[in-house]
Nanobody
């Protein structure tokens, strides 16, 4: 199993920055990929960063990964009120060397951008 723990959310004014972190722990063979999604009230969950960036965050958000720590970061700059959402970390992991990949989600961290 994989546990994902996010941190770094909070309240920031428009134009400000935040950095989210997500650390993976538990018993697994390897982490294939990690990424970030978000869900605003009344909206569907959408991709923020992974194999690609969501259109609305391109040029403002940057994802990085520390493979040694199984940790992924999301640097969010030039934040806008429409970036307000719960941000979720996601990971695709192999629990053993022969199995199929399994998807895991973090509990989410709230990001609120005030105008």
């Amino acid at each position: 199993q994989v546990q994902l723990v996010e941190s770094g959310g909070g309240l920031v004014q428009a134009g400000g920055s935040l950095r989210l972190s997500c650390a993976a722990s538990g018993s697994f063979f390897s982490i294939i990929g990690m990424g970030w999604y978000r869900q605003a009230p009344g909206k569907e969950r959408e991709l923020v960063a992974g194999a690609e960036y969501g259109d609305s965050v391109k040029g403002r958000f940057t994802m990085s990964r520390d493979n040694a720590k199984n940790t992924v970061y999301l640097q969010m700059n030039s934040l806008k009120p429409e970036d307000t959402a719960v941000y979720y970390c996601a990971a695709e992991a192999l629990l053993d060397g022969d199995g199929s990949p399994v998807d895991y989600w973090g509990q989410g961290t709230q990001v609120t951008v005030s105008s």
